[in-house]
DNA sequence: CTGTTAGCGCGTTCAT
DNA sequence: ATGAACGCGCTAACAG
């Protein structure tokens, strides 16, 4: 028989209120901050609380509140700049200090069963990091969950992010003179949450510059499927430039350009996006756009403390643009 | 568009009891399968549940379970690919199944941090991926959570997936004739979960085969970082062959090695793990371990089912190795 | 001003 | 098949 086998059970404010010589009501006034007590009182609780390493039942405390303590980052199915986790790091400390507990969930194939975990932690917030639709942020919004916004793909095009960067791409791939456009997205849909904005981008600057609309290829990420994908488009002839979705993308019309034998950058341009250190690691060197997502981190910070009715000290509006375009070999 | 007024509370198991004509508790052992009903009740009491579409609570769940429905899995700070989401989607599925919610927490900086926040959902269960240590283990356990993978008995160093796969490396690096080994890790250390299994693994096989035991650098991600940590090792003239920890560490020393002049792979061998896309896309062709995840999500499926009582001994005894060789041009 | 009592919120379970 | 009580924290109302 192990003496150690013991179920710790947790104390409770009652526990707490024992210790100190007080009632349930007062360890939570005190603990909660509440009413004015002498410093006397205050000390016994928060040392009874102390030594007793007492912690709240987030579900007693869900349960009065009718929602609970947690922030869920929903996380679309793609890789974006292996930064991501130090986005979350930080999202995760910001929202510790203001008591909340984050959690992530990566958006999964269905769009409704993912709502719906989302929504079964009563999550006082829900931060979107680019899945959620119009409708699934008013439901959750319709639930008593603050949505706190990224890129929202149908707000007022000119404003989204992505819808810039298809622009920049394009400046940047014409740059060395006209050529042929072809925006190349992900083989796998589910797995591009951004690529429409950034076509649409590409289309309106197309289309206000007179220039024909770009064509959209999707491109596996291997050598045979990314080479007949190329094929096509370069029977043409004429000097084409790719702009891709993301640097990965890029590396796979890259190789596919070189087992075609064309020439980079005269007969063929590519551009990625996210600055991976790979693409920087690679002859030839990629072209491509580092995201920034400190402005993001920003807002989203800015939105977790008005949610503890913090003063909601907004930064100054426009700053530098939160994406740079990084010159390589391939444009 | 349907004008839904949409409900500012959601029903409870009062709400479906009025409907249903019957109790309280008689919904909770209906809805749980508790207990024999007539068909009759049981049907009223479901079909009840049904319109309302109600939910129980979790937080009141919680409450009177004393541990919540999460699972938490727990993923160390690494650069993943989507072969990481997939497995979290899997095992979402999985404990769906079960009635548990899947959350993700990345491990922070802070190992106690982190314990103490996993710690704070009161989770049924917590999937380890490689960050915890055996005293965070056991308190999650002693805490009531069920922490899997479960240890084994035949988990032995020498089972260790990643052991094996140091090993792994070594032959393939010097099947092409003798040459110094170097086994590049990340500079990031924390980044580097697996990296030291596999530094072990690989010493314990120049052990045995009478070699000299590899020394362990550490390379940024970067060209000169690399450059330079790669020049220490090949002052010395004979060819080399470096394990890398993974396919981008496997990039950048092979980036080093061309920007230094060597050729490979006669003067340098290099290979990777994880067989990323990027790596089967370059010139010359990683080599490189693809790692099979299905064991791992296998054990994981059999030890949820276990959490609801279903002995769920399905798995075989070990089939193929989880992981192959993929031969490049960099050995 | 300081602190307590009482009762709520929600699902589960024992005893009837 | 049910009433009542429980688990835990919060807070309105109230008493010293």
Redesign the pocket.
Known sequence: MNSELQQK??P???DVAKRAG?????V??V??G?????DE?RKRVLEAAAELQYT??P???A????RSDIVVVVIPYTTFGSNLQDLVDEITVRADKHGLSVVVRFAGPDPDKTLAAVQNFRPVAVVDLGVLGAEQRSSLEASGAVVIPRLRPEDSLENNPNFVIGQMMLEELLSRGPRRIVFAALLDERSDPFGPARYEGMKQWTNVHGLPTPDRIQVPLDLAGAQSALQRELSEGQPLGVACYNDAVAMAVLAAGRELGVSVPEQLSVMGVDATAEGQLVTPRLTTIRIDNRPVMDRIAADLASLSGQANRTSGAAETLPFKPISGETT
């Open positions: 059970k947790r409770t404010s009652f007080v009632s349930r009501a007062t939570s006034h603990l909660n509440q009413g004015r007590f002498p009182t709240p039942s579900a007693g405390r349960l009065v509140r009718g």
